[in-house]
């Protein structure tokens, strides 16, 4: 298989739409390695090694926030370091049913980045960065 900036760069916008639309696994996972880990150092996804964890609990989020979305501020492909950054911003209020308390009808604009590394044209790791605690204030999920 061929790989070129142009597929790495098309893989990895369709991965980020995926997940931050609350797919899940099941439509992200043909964009990664079936043993592509994560990581974050943010409180709620620190314990997550698999991006399979990630994408499911994005998608959790978004049955939190089902207005959620997503406005991308910059898009870079490194094809010297074969990896991807996006910086973007989500937006959502919490309408939905479940997670750490009734809906509290807040919502939160929080600026975030996904490091995407490949390895053979897939996904194989990804960091996130995000100001957690921010975004939790902003929902009325802590004080």
């Known amino acids: 298989m061929s790989v070129t900036t142009e597929s790495v760069a098309e893989t990895a916008w369709a991965f980020f739409d995926a997940c931050e639309t609350g797919r899940g696994w099941e439509e992200c996972s043909s964009y990664c390695r079936p043993?592509?880990?994560?990581?974050a150092q943010a409180e709620p996804l620190a314990e997550m090694r698999t991006l399979q964890e990630y994408a499911d609990w994005m998608k959790g989020m978004l049955g939190l926030m089902p207005d959620g979305s997503?406005?991308?501020k910059s898009f870079a492909v490194d094809?010297?370091?074969n990896n991807v950054c996006v910086y973007?911003?989500?937006t959502g209020t919490h309408t939905g049913e479940g997670g750490p308390m009734p809906p509290?009808?807040?919502g939160t604009s929080s600026d975030y980045v996904y490091a995407m590394?490949?390895?053979d044209g897939r996904i194989s790791h990804m960091t996130k960065v995000w100001n957690a605690g921010w975004?939790?204030?902003q929902l009325g999920w802590t004080g």
């Open 88 to 90: 973007a911003v989500f």
């Open 79 to 81: 094809p010297e370091r």
């Open 104 to 106: 509290t009808g807040k």
């Open 35 to 39: 043993d592509a880990t994560f990581a």
């Open 135 to 137: 975004a939790l204030r």
């Open 70 to 72: 997503y406005t991308v």
């Open 117 to 119: 590394e490949f390895d």
